[in-house]
């Protein structure tokens, strides 16, 4: 599905990317605003299928249009400022989702028996999305880069009381999904398979409040040293327990932050503790010299 773009007073779509039928046969141009919706309606022909073939699915839905540039529906441009178009496509991309949603809900056998997770890569952008008390936005290493929210939906699959939940206490990230999901199905893994994230199935239905364990990594991207008008930004970034560093490549300029007590990276307090800086610095360092290079 290739994007269309339209803005009131125009008779006629534009293209974002003009040549994107280089991709190859099989796409379908319509408009950017509605690409969820032609999304939602193949994840719905897939799960009737799946369940005429008495088979369990996977669908993994992918919204573009929250990515700028932001294209909402005409009636839903505003005043044209880009929080207005974001908060527009929002909407839209809501209401799209909703018909997904509704057809689980209103299936006895599928309300039962799935789960429905809705979460983001990243931070927000600047001016668009707010990232509320953290440091940061996308493309950047603080919490307001790296953080973002995840709400887990299946009252077959929840534990009983735990609707309306909110946790704020697990540390987890987008790499445990896939071993949490294949436990969550009963699915076992070849052997030969090593998986970087951890299974915390118990974290997503509700029953336990713990988080991973060790440390967790993080690199920049490596064309983003400079962003937003802040210019040398840290190039790594590790999290462990309460411990939240952040240091270029060498494990040079280390900023160090105790998340329990600073959720908003306000207060590096790296001189204070020399050992978890030597510590972490030299994890991450030597976990970003294990990685394939990069331009970075």
Known sequence: MLPLTLKPGQDKPGRIWADAERLGSGYEWMLRSKITGGFVDAAIGFIEKAGKDR????????????????????????NGEKRTLYHGVLRAMDEQLGVLFDYIRNSRKLRSNTLILVCSDNGPEKGAGSAGPFRGFKTMLYEGGIRSPLVVWGPGLIEAGKAGAVNRTSVMAAIDLVPSLLALAAVEPPDDVAFDGQNLAEVLT?????????????????????????????????????????????????QLYDLDADRGETKNVARGYPQAVRRLSAEVVSWHESMPPDSG
């Open 206 to 254: 509700g029953k336990t409040e713990a988080s991973r364990a060790g440390s967790l990594f993080f690199s920049r991207p490596p064309d983003r040293r400079s962003f937003y008008g802040v210019k040398n930004l840290p190039d790594l970034a590790v999290r462990n327990g309460r411990w939240k560093l952040l240091c270029s490549y060498d494990g040079s300029s280390p």
């Open 55 to 78: 088979k369990p699915f996977y669908v993994n839905l992918w919204p573009d249009d929250v990515h700028s540039p932001f294209w909402p529906p005409v009636d839903k441009w505003g």
